[in-house]
């Protein structure tokens, strides 16, 4: 079993929608959580972080993270074309060996 | 502000070769992860540089080597480079070795080999 799970999509949705990407995990170690937009031929983009549980948003965008359950979340409030990309999830264990683990990435495209 | 700056962009390199790849880091940074990414794949770390020492490493053979200069940045070496080597590598950078805030990437060095 992976660490870290996550649906390779690809996700389409109509521009305006709310799109919801999620990520599972199996260490309940974890503590700290991020999510990166990847566009094609590009490196990774830090869109948002968290530290253990919580709610964090940033303009169109939410970062939920459940530790009870070993879920995140990413919300895009009124997607828009410009979205289009891949989103990975990651996660970094401290305690002990320190680990930086990523999704293998939901490819998300915003149809106009 | 420069962000994370990585050469060439591309490269195109035979079975049992060696390849030497770049990465200059974002001005403030201090510490160098390097990360290969397959297609498809999310990005899979390979070892990190702090204090020109390698600090961590992933799941990788000993082919894979790398350097962190003074002025730190940092190369990613591959020797006898085999099929399966052919990925996108990234370099993140950050400040302090624990990157609890997230790394700033480059754009990637796309290696094929043939």
């Known amino acids: 079993q992976k660490e870290v799970e996550q649906d390779p999509g690809p996700l389409s949705v109509p521009e305006g929608a709310i799109v919801s990407l999620n990520c599972t995990y199996s260490n309940s170690a974890f503590q700290y959580f991020m999510w990166y937009r990847q566009y094609s031929r590009k490196g990774p983009e830090l869109l948002m972080y968290t530290y253990s549980s919580g709610n964090k948003e940033d303009g169109r965008f939410t970062a939920q993270v459940d530790k009870s359950s070993k879920y995140i979340s990413l919300f895009i409030r009124d997607s828009q074309p410009s979205d289009s990309a891949t989103y990975l999830c990651a996660m970094i264990l401290t305690s002990g060996t320190y680990k930086y683990i990523f999704g293998t990435g939901t490819r998300l495209k915003v149809l106009a | 502000d420069a962000g994370v700056t990585q050469s060439p962009t591309h490269l195109i390199k035979t079975r049992g070769q060696q390849v030497t790849l770049r990465c200059s880091p974002k001005?403030?940074?201090?510490?160098v992860s390097w990360y290969q990414q397959a297609l498809g794949q999310g990005p899979q770390f390979i070892f990190q540089y702090y204090e020109e020492e390698e600090r961590q490493r992933g799941n990788f053979p000993d082919r894979f080597s790398g350097h962190q200069f003074p002025n730190y940045s940092s190369e990613l070496n591959v020797n006898a480079l085999l099929l399966g080597d052919s990925a996108l590598y990234l370099c993140a950078s950050s400040l302090g070795s624990r990157a609890n805030y997230g790394y700033t990437f480059g754009s990637g060095t796309r290696l094929t080999v043939v």
């Open positions: 001005s403030g940074h201090d510490t």
